[in-house]
């Protein structure tokens, strides 16, 4: 990797000077991006696939061979289309709140690593910065459904922001283990450390929790209540047209990336593959295929659970898997004592 | 007891119920598809299906109509509107306008119980989608077209339906 940068940079120096840096960081930003952008936009035409194939229909299958240029669509759709703003709204909290949705899901990219060395900012704090930078988030959700001014907007606001800063409670609380056995805050420390044996092994529990936490962290059935189409129209979002609507749902599809990106960096091992002799493969392609097993599993809980009731959601968030993770914080704990892993 | 309370602990700890669930769904996955792609693939229709109308005519080609406005006065939509051919023969009148308006028509198939000579009949068809509204009226040179381009499956549905009549 450094000697293949060797020549980029020297290039680049002679070029641009002093601002190379700035240039450098900026394009490392667009290789990141780009991507990611045209990942949720597939990943919109993935789930409306795998969903029909799991409920025995066909999905879409006109636009494009099989219906693969419809996300496309999709997006010209949304773009042509009238933003509406009530008029007794907040015009630019309510222009805020999307933003604020979209903006971290794409900030946290920042610190995961693809392969060693291929990351943008090696943070020594990098699990601490996702954990802030993702919790922003639930501001979005909070100030849309304010500003629209509405009451059925205001309760959804209310009622989802709650929910996303329940789950990311025992979110964190599930990456303490993997901070424990790894020793370090650094996502590719993180993942050198599970070179013996992948996290998932020992804190198997923890992923299971992890992993549910961020399906309903990220809205997605069967904890999508924000949508609430039955009690609430559509809860937060209910004012919500065009490309601001669409924005909130870029971001719900790149946090859903995003999680699945972190649950395989800090739990199935990230670059590295399962055994030492699949190692010609890129790291990244063994980090493409663990978030996309991630992510099918996302659409497949979505095809298969029906949706949780409100008060069934917080409980199982604060009175099962709290004290759960909390447990197995212990358990850890005492197992790192005892067998002198440190 | 205490072993039954046990199992569902257990049950619920491993999420027994959850996996089996997903493992339904993910079975289904790989299950031929039940969709039919409509404009390509169709489902089987009745012979009493009530499509477009058609107009028949008889072996020899001449008209079946005789213009006696049957049809246009049972029609409980008021759909269809004859002008009677002042210059046809006297034994046998002609149509000089046959329209049915499709946006009024409900197919409710009285025009073919009413029709003596069984000139009016339900087409197999019901494919109706227009670019302009003047393309409801269905004329009576589209009808007599339809009739000829239709005619193997309407006989086959008038002679299965015959023995009911």
Redesign the interface.
Known sequence: MTEFLQPIHAFGNDTFGVLWPVVWNLACIMIVVGPMLGAVAYLTYVERR?IA??????GPNRVGPIGLLQPIADAVKLMFKETLIPIHSRPMIFLIGPILTMGPALLAWAVIPFQPEMVIADLNIGVLYVLAISSIGAYGVLMGGWASNTRYSLLGGIRSSAQMISYEVSMGFTIIPVVMLSGSLNLSTIVEAQKNMWFVIPLFPMF?VYFISVVAETNRAPFDLPEAESELVSGFMTEYSALTYGMFFLGEYANMILVSALGSVLFLGGWLPPIAALDFIPGILWLAIKMSFLLFVFL??R???PRYRYDQLMRLGWKVFLPLSLFWIFVTGSAIHLLNLL | MLGVKFKEILDSLF?KE?VS??A???R????????I?YPEERTPTSPRFRGVHVLRKYEDGEERCVACKLCEAICPAQAIYIEIDETSRAEKRLTKVYDIDLFKCIYCGLCEEACPVEAIVMGPYLDVAFENREDRFYHKDKMLTNGDKWKPVVDARLQADAKYR
């Open positions: 795998v194939f799991m409920h025995v229909r066909v299971v497949w809980i095809a298969t659970f | 999420l959850l669930g997903m339904i769904t993910l289904y996955m790989f299950k031929p598809k039940i969709t792609q």
